[in-house]
């Protein structure tokens, strides 16, 4: 499941600790051993894949993010709010300086230099002012020439780093950033990202910006846009470069992907890493937070420990033994522990949705004598496939607590978040899923009647759909009437989970093909063999569905559509959506393309999809176009991309977990900003050496019904 690059809703990541005194790991993590320790609290978790890398120019996925949330800070952060005396408000929120101690709107001051800055304009240029604490885990300071160094080792177009759109497509537009990026340009001091001094830098944007309210106070995007610039060790990362392979013209590098590679500048170093196996990540103790009151009280956690494991049977046997501190509730134990006083239910922005090949070159290379894979090719055979699906019965069947998803966003995706407007509650939002699934809107008293008829399962239409698909395919010869049809389904792990989900699409689909020409015709192979590539695996064609989606970007949906657009994100890496045309209609914008935010004025024209996604997050980015009149584009966008069936979304996330005896968040009260607090807040109930004495006393064995 991989997560879009985006500063993300679910604040998990460890920006800000407080601890006076450093009780660390007295034995070491030599080996990755270690002996439980008096005044030690270790968080032990797992993961069902190991991280591969976690450095933030290149990471890919959610697994990368693991580590790297550990080993870095933010410059602007969430936090929660405090009373009158001085308690934290678990309701509230605020956004807080993190790294930085200072934000100005500087644009007045770029409007020469080339910088398309004009007069009276605001919210272009932002002069960034940084604490003159900060260092990084071995002592050596950081200073702002450190951010401009790495960003443009983040551009650099020798190595065409994953992560490099990010700053020069969306809300983020770096002025020269994508020149340079291409190689158009090749002197970096016109990127508008330069330092003034050793605590200071300036981000020049080539679209307006607006990070404060107008009290001065910074506003959520502070921290939502601005709050983490990658950030790099100047002299290892020089170090870990590597020059182009045979066939390559691009350099790579292994910054950041063990323990010898790795530099923290968050509250947490990395002190042990085996692939596959284990990582181990103790207090920086270098990190500025520690000598800061704002954070008192903060981050009890010494020690993080996770371990590499496969299967959930494992990690559940290791959570009642006391070894693991936080587990999900899998469907095989829901019934006996969903209503355990340990148990916690958190909404999610994550859409999961089956990935359908794009590449018909792909399939076709693929086929072996006597099966077909072409048919995947056609429209009304994915389609098919997605009619054909009862979401409802899936989820009730492979998950505890998820709801069948039938967009590309859920309820967790605001597009005004400062008034609490979530796209999937507007009209323009309904009706998308309404013309989607064949809902008539005239046959019901009203749009919500209509969105909640929706299903997503229609047997006799999904069955059409394969008898249209197989006609097709047939008249094209790319299938005759003894082929049978052999898809894989891929997969990065085999384990009870995945093998449940595959099972389930097999008997869902074998029963859609009765009555089709492809009852009995029709095969769905497991394949997990593709590890920590299964998803680049998939984009280059190596097989045929995978189960995979997108979380992050929940306050920018309009961004949020490049997971699905561009080939270096989507799944769908085939599909050429820079010449699949969409025409539409948009309000606020006039005839010439100019926003004029009048509800009378109104622009159509029909553009490719990138195109529009250029329009929507380029000169029409949040902050200028207005919400309300992004809508339409949005929902629109999102129609068309529904329409390919590349994407077939099928579950919104809602994960029930347990918590452990040992330790509690300091809230199961969701927070949309801060979650539950995370290990931030957390607070301990037993030490270590305490708690291996109270699992011991329980027999081994701990009861969490």
């Known amino acids: 499941m991989e997560k879009i690059k985006k500063a993300t809703l679910v604040l998990l990541a460890l920006t800000a600790t407080f601890s006076m005194a450093f009780s660390g790991c007295k034995n070491g993590n030599e080996g990755g051993r270690y002996e439980p320790t008096a005044g030690v609290y270790s968080y032990n978790t797992y993961t069902a894949v190991s991280p591969s890398n976690w450095n933030a120019l290149t990471y890919r996925d959610n697994n990368d993010k693991q580590i790297m949330d550990y080993i870095s800070s933010s410059l602007f952060e969430y936090d929660f709010s405090k009373t009158s005396e001085g308690e934290i408000d678990v309701k509230g929120q605020v956004v807080d300086y993190g790294m930085a ?21 605001k919210n272009r240029a932002w002069k960034i002012t940084l604490r003159s604490d900060l260092k990084w885990e071995d002592g050596s300071s950081i200073t702002a020439n450190d951010f401009v160094y790495s960003m443009r080792e983040q551009l650099n ?4 780093n994953f992560r490099a759109d990010s700053f020069y497509q969306g809300a983020i537009v770096i002025s020269g950033a994508k020149n340079y990026f291409n190689g158009s340009e ?29 009290d001065g106070t910074l506003s959520y995007k502070a921290a939502y846009n601005f709050g983490e610039f990658p950030l790099v060790h100047r002299e290892l990362y020089e170090r870990c470069k590597q020059r182009p392979i045979v066939g390559s013209k691009l350099w790579t590098t292994d ?3 063990s323990k010898k590679t790795t530099l923290s500048y968050g509250p947490y170093k990395l002190t042990y890493f085996q692939s596959g196996k284990l990582y181990v990540l103790e207090k920086n103790e270098h990190w500025y937070g520690w000598k800061d009151k704002k954070y008192e009280g903060q981050y009890q956690t010494d020690r993080i420990s996770c371990e590499t494991l496969a299967e959930y049977n494992t ?4 959570f009642q033994k006391g070894e693991i501190d936080k587990i999900g509730i899998d469907v095989s134990i829901a019934t006996d522990y969903k209503n355990s006083e340990q148990a916690f239910f958190t909404p999610d922005d994550f859409v999961g949705s089956l990935q359908l090949q794009s590449s018909k070159s792909a399939l076709k290379n693929r086929e072996t004598a006597g099966y077909d894979k072409e048919i995947l090719a056609q429209a009304d055979f994915r389609k098919a496939l997605s009619l054909g699906l009862d979401r409802a019965a899936y989820n ?10 039938f967009g590309l966003f859920n309820s967790m995706h605001y597009y005004d978040v400062e008034n609490g407007g979530v796209y999937r509650e507007t009209d323009e939002g309904k009706r998308v899923l309404c013309e989607i699934y064949d809902i008539d809107v005239n046959d019901y008293a009203s749009l919500d009647e209509a969105v909640n008829a929706i299903t997503g399962y229609d047997l006799e239409r999904a069955r059409a759909l394969v008898a249209s698909a197989y006609q097709k395919a047939k008249e094209a010869g790319e299938i005759s009437d003894t082929d049978k049809v052999r898809l894989v389904y891929g997969s990065a792990v085999d384990n009870e989970v995945t093998r449940r989900y595959y099972e389930n699409l097999t008997s869902q689909w074998q029963t859609m093909l009765k009555t089709t020409p492809l009852e009995n015709r029709f095969e769905l192979v497991f394949d997990a063999s593709y590890g920590d590539e299964w998803a680049t695996s998939f984009r280059s064609g190596a097989y045929d569905i995978c189960q995979a989606g997108w979380r992050g970007a929940p306050w920018d949906p309009g961004y949020f559509l490049l997971a699905y657009l561009d080939p270096n994100y989507a799944y769908s890496a085939a599909w050429k959506t820079d010449e699949h045309m969409l025409t539409a209609t948009v309000k606020g914008v006039n005839g010439r393309g100019e926003v004029t935010n009048s509800p009378t004025d109104a622009y159509s024209a029909t553009k490719s999809l990138m195109e529009w996604y250029d329009d929507l997050n380029g000169k029409w980015g949040v902050g200028t176009l207005e919400e309300q009149f992004r809508l339409s584009l949005i929902a629109a966008m999102e129609k068309e991309i529904l329409a390919q069936y590349y994407t077939v979304p099928i579950t919104n996330n809602y994960s029930a977990s347990l918590m452990s005896y040992k330790l509690d968040y300091t809230t199961y009260e969701y927070n949309t900003f801060m979650e539950y607090g995370g290990l931030r807040y957390a607070k301990y109930r037993y030490d270590d050496l305490e708690w291996k004495n109270y699992v011991a006393k329980q027999g081994g064995t701990l009861d969490y019904k």
């Open 315 to 318: 990690a559940w046997m290791k």
């Open 396 to 405: 009730t069947a492979c998950t505890t607590s998820s709801r069948a998803g």
């Open 186 to 214: 090749k002197d970096f001091s016109k990127v508008g990202f330069f330092s003034l001094d050793d605590t200071s830098f300036v981000v020049i944007l080539e679209q307006p910006l607006s990070l404060l309210k107008e």
């Open 157 to 160: 177009p020798d190595f065409k």
């Open 255 to 257: 910054y950041n992907s």
């Open 101 to 121: 101690v200072k934000l100005e709107d500087v644009s007045e001051n770029y409007l020469s230099g080339g910088w398309g800055i004009s007069e009276g304009e």
